[in-house]
């Protein structure tokens, strides 16, 4: 169970990093919107 929750919370990094990436290429304001939901994610995986 523990093991799981490591591998979803790298797996949601992976993606973040990937989106991040993008969006930087993209603009800021897209960034500021990637903020916001990484900011989200990791309070959905701490509880």
Request: hydrophobic fraction near 50%; proline fraction near 2%; aromatic fraction near 6%.
């Amino acid at each position: 169970m523990r093991m799981h929750a490591r591998m979803k919370k790298t797996a949601i990094q992976l993606i973040l990093e990937k989106e991040i990436s993008f969006r930087l290429q993209t603009g800021p304001a897209t960034f500021l919107l990637v903020m916001r939901l990484c900011v989200v994610s990791v309070i959905y995986v701490r509880r």
